[in-house]
Nanobody, 122 residues
Framework: QVQLVESGGGLVQPGGSLRLSCAAS????????MGWYRQAPGEQRDLVAT???????NYADSVKGRFTISRDNAKNTVYLEMNSLKPEDTAVYYC????????????????WGQGTQVTVSS
């Protein structure tokens, strides 16, 4: 059994900052890509940022220069540092990870967290 648990969402004023965390736990053999996605009301779920196990990153154009994704492989945790937040960043943010469980003989599978609300408003 694998779980992804997010934390760090909340209400912040425009121009402010938040840091999201997502920890993977359970019978994990290995983790490949990890990432963050977001979904605003009435919209589809969109990619925000991804990071490979080697540390290569990819960002949506809308967050480049403002958001930074990082990970701690020893802790099976991925982070999203969000700066210069805008009202249009308001959404539920979901953590995603490609995980082999319970051993390396099993194929990669996508796992999702439960989501954390980020609201940017004055």
């Amino acid at each position: 059994q694998v779980q992804l648990v997010e934390s760090g969402g909340g209400l912040v004023q425009p121009g402010g900052s938040l840091r999201l965390s997502c920890a993977a736990s359970g019978s994990i053999a290995s983790i490949d890509d990890m990432g963050w996605y977001r979904q605003a009301p009435g919209e589809q779920r969109d990619l925000v940022a991804t990071i490979t196990s080697g540390g290569s990153t990819n960002y949506a154009d809308s967050v480049k220069g403002r958001f930074t994704i990082s990970r701690d492989n020893a802790k099976n945790t991925v982070y999203l540092e969000m700066n210069s937040l805008k009202p249009e960043d308001t959404a539920v943010y979901y953590c995603n990870a490609e995980i082999r469980s319970p051993s390396t003989y099993y194929p990669l599978r996508d796992y999702w967290g439960q989501g954390t609300q980020v609201t940017v408003s004055s």
